[in-house]
């Protein structure tokens, strides 16, 4: 996925979430954990990356 400029960002995620599940995609896609921009309709939302999160430097959602 093409990363989004800063400067266009409203909205902001955390997470390696590409694609979410949603009614008409029945598998999750992930990726690099990053900032993500949330782009697109609720059944056709995708999170493009805007800044990638090194290893080491924040935490995996998953983590504790």
Same mark, same amino acid.
């Given at each position: 996925? #093409?990363?989004?400029?800063?400067? !266009?960002?409203? %909205? !902001?995620?955390?997470?390696? %979430? #590409?694609?979410?599940?949603?009614? #008409?995609?029945?598998?999750?896609? %992930? ?26 430097? !924040? ?6």
């Amino acid at each position: 996925m #093409e990363q989004v400029a800063r400067e !266009l960002v409203r %909205t !902001l995620v955390f997470g390696d %979430t #590409e694609r979410p599940l949603t009614i #008409e995609r029945k598998r999750a896609a %992930t990726g690099p954990r990053a900032v993500r921009v949330p782009v697109g309709a609720d059944d056709q939302r995708v999170f493009v990356p805007c800044a990638y999160a090194g290893p080491g430097l !924040l935490p995996h959602p998953g983590d504790r």
